[in-house]
T-cell receptor, first 113, second 113 residues
């Protein structure tokens, strides 16, 4: 079974802190994604990566950056956390091009105080 | 550009009654369509997908969805719901490169005993 693992289920950080959200997948998938999920807004794509060291902005990249140094790991970075970044963050992966499904992690609920 | 509209944010239904969750999409290219389900405190799981071929697709737990190109819809149906179907359901479309997937805002299905 494909497994996408997010390092934390719950995280509380202070405004201005640098925050790292880690995601690891074990199926050698080329594509990895970071979404944030907010009530009434569904899932919005922050960044995605289709290869090591490659990244593309999604729909809401402001305030975020990403890193993909190894194929299995995709990190989301909040350079200076703000309260409006309090949200559920979901990592996903999928294989190559073509219409394949995305596999999701359990999510990280981040609260910025 | 592609987008997804889920017309109902919440759908209450009695157990063993039928249900339809509505989804409309827009895309400038050929699309692949998905329904994902999210149970409380979990990540998203693929429920079913339309890639090509038969316009009616089914899941293993009794849900089905029909791709209607003329109406740009991909509504999800189940003839008889169970308590365990209580969850949030997301419609998604993919048609761009590198498998960028756009999600709708979600519909919460509440099954009432």
């Amino acid at each position: 079974d494909v497994k996408v693992t997010q390092s934390s289920r719950y995280l509380v950080k202070r405004t201005g802190e640098k925050v790292f959200l880690e995601c690891v997948q074990d199926m050698d998938h080329e594509n990895m994604f970071w979404y944030r999920q907010d009530p009434g807004l569904g899932l919005r794509l922050i960044y995605f990566s289709y290869d090591v060291k490659m990244k593309e902005k999604g729909d809401i990249p402001e305030g975020y950056s990403v890193s993909r140094e190894k194929k299995e790991r995709f990190s989301l970075i909040l350079e200076s956390a703000s309260t409006n970044q309090t949200s559920m963050y979901l990592c996903a992966s999928s294989s190559g091009a073509g219409a394949t499904e995305a596999f999701f992690g359990q999510g990280t609920r981040l609260t910025v105080v | 550009a592609q987008s997804v509209t889920q017309l109902d944010s919440q759908v209450p239904v009695f157990e063993e009654a039928p249900v339809e969750l509505r989804c409309n999409y827009s895309s400038s290219v050929s699309v692949y369509l998905f329904w994902y389900v999210q149970y409380p405190n979990q990540g998203l799981q693929l429920l079913l997908k339309y890639l090509s071929g038969s316009t009616l697709v089914e899941s293993i737990n009794g849900f089905e969805a029909e791709f209607n190109k003329s109406q740009t819809s991909f509504h999800l149906r189940k003839p008889s719901v169970h308590i365990s179907d209580t969850a949030e359901y997301f419609c998604a479309v993919s048609g761009g490169g590198y498998q960028k997937v756009t999600f709708g805002t979600g519909t919460k299905l509440q099954v009432i005993p």
